[in-house]
């Protein structure tokens, strides 16, 4: 047991207490960020005159050994520390002696887990917005080449009406925008620095917490010390951002298992990213969807803990909120992984594009534009609505599209139809004639894809900043 705060103590921790009490084991994920905060931390203490020159230039050269030598892996992060803070500390007290028992002066842990947590979950919204970013490209290719591959659009997964693919995918584009835009926003709101404020009253000596803040990248240092270690706020936004994308990449993944099944056969999942059955001979199954659809589950249940965890800590610090760590640790791994896994699924995802269009075709989709074409000649629209009711119980009594059907039939039905309805009711004529900003015609979807390029350029030049 190797323990910071061992002087006021007569007595030895239990070991079971200690275990229970112990962080090491997931907070050993943040080692650099630990480093990193303890290097600007110490930068400031000589600036202010807090260290010496030497002191400072032998602490930095100690964290700077064991972040290499923890990156080469000759340096093992083990269980007998409490925490990633005591066992960089103790390790820069073997390297350099007495100077490294400096380093903690003017800090607490509590601000300093505040520090390195910011840190950390600084970086992986980074991370996370890249690999959406990479989605976002994939969904657009597909878009780009697809303004005309029509299918059926659903309501209560009935067919609907006419919309092409592109119009489709490009309904997830707009939702992994958000996702990427929350993130930004998160990362903006989280960006003011908690180092300084010590165990919770700040700290007697002359820190100068706005060139610690520069130094780590931060827009500033936070404005109430209490607030800066006892927030959490970032944690739960973060945890409902990636809530919200999970829940969109499970809305998308049902889709493509329903495509992908025997009956809709609308795509076919590559070999690469499908699965056998070990008893039957003929599957193909889509687990990589159907995981991805499961893992929302962990998501939502990290976001619900964090959330309950917080409702009633007093101020300032307490050690319930050492729980924020391995529920956030694993949101954010699962979110990449899932995100950066159906990235490729979606990539190699093959459309059967005569199939969408074939049950476009079949699935009266075209039924309001037939409704439509008899308002146009003058028929009221709630009549329309019930001659074409009667048609399409007729096509499906004689199993044909309303397309397939000849004027005489149509005719017989209501004297109002002409030859050109055959025109007003094709596919390509439903989906054309919808041309306002959103809709499925191929006019309106090409500027809206010129748009969300422009988007994706402008994202290029204005990365994240984020951590060294
Ligand atoms: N492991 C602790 C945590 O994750 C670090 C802060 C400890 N502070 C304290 N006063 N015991 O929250």
């Not at 049950?359 to 009266?364: D, E, L, R, Y």
Request: glycine share 6%.
């Amino acid at each position: 047991m190797a323990q910071l705060w061992g002087g006021r103590f007569t007595k030895e921790t239990d070991q079971l207490v200690y275990n229970f009490n112990a962080s090491i084991s997931f907070d050993k994920k943040f080692y650099r960020q630990d480093i990193e905060g303890s290097m600007a931390h110490v930068k400031m203490l000589a600036k202010q005159n807090i260290l010496t020159e030497d002191e400072k230039n032998q602490i930095l050269a100690g964290l700077e050994g064991i972040l290499k030598d923890v990156e080469a892996g000759t340096l093992v992060i083990t269980d007998e520390y409490e925490d990633i803070h005591s066992f960089v500390e103790a390790n820069l007290i073997d390297r350099i002696g007495d100077a490294g028992k400096k380093l903690h002066t003017g800090r607490s842990r509590n601000d300093q887990v505040a520090l390195d947590m910011k840190l950390y979950t600084r970086h992986e919204i980074t991370e996370t917005n890249t690999l959406l970013k990479r989605l976002l490209e994939v969904i657009l290719a597909i878009m780009e080449d697809n303004t005309e591959t029509y299918m059926p659009g659903f309501t209560h997964l009935q067919k609907a009406q006419p919309i092409t693919l592109a119009h489709h995918m490009g309904a997830y584009f707009e939702m992994f925008k958000r996702d990427r835009q929350r993130l930004d926003d998160i990362y903006k709101r989280l960006n003011y620095c908690p180092l300084g404020s010590g165990a919770l009253a700040g700290t007697t000596y002359p820190l100068d917490r706005d060139y610690t803040a520069q130094l780590l990248d931060f827009d500033g240092p936070t404005l109430n010390s209490m607030d800066s270690v006892a927030d959490r706020d970032y944690v739960i936004e973060l945890l409902s951002a990636l809530s919200t994308i999970m829940m969109h990449l499970s809305r998308f993944s049902e889709e493509i298992i329903i495509w992908n099944s025997n009956e809709y056969r609308f795509v076919e999942i590559d070999d690469a990213y499908s699965t056998g059955s070990s008893i039957m001979p003929q599957k193909k199954n889509p687990d990589i969807a159907e995981l991805v659809r499961g893992k929302t589950g962990r998501v939502y249940g990290a976001l619900m803990s964090i959330l309950t965890t917080m409702k009633g800590i007093p101020l300032a610090y307490n050690k319930d909120m050492q729980e924020d760590k391995e529920l956030t640790f694993d949101a954010i791994d699962t979110v990449k992984g899932c995100v950066a896994l159906f990235t490729g699924m979606l990539e190699t995802l093959k459309f059967h594009k005569d199939v969408m269009q074939e049950s476009a075709m079949k699935g009266f989709t075209n039924a309001t534009d037939a409704a439509d074409y008899l308002v146009n000649h003058g028929v009221p629209f709630r009549d329309a609505h019930a001659i074409i009711g009667r048609l399409v119980l007729y096509c499906i009594e004689q199993d044909k599209a309303i397309d397939e059907l000849s004027l005489d039939e149509l005719k017989a039905i209501s004297p109002v139809f002409e030859q050109d309805v055959f025109e007003a009711v094709s596919l390509e004529t439903c989906v054309n004639k919808r041309m306002t900003i959103g809709a499925p015609g191929p006019k309106a979807m090409r500027e809206v894809i010129r748009i969300n390029k422009e988007y994706l350029k402008k994202e290029a030049s204005n990365p994240l900043k984020t951590t060294k």
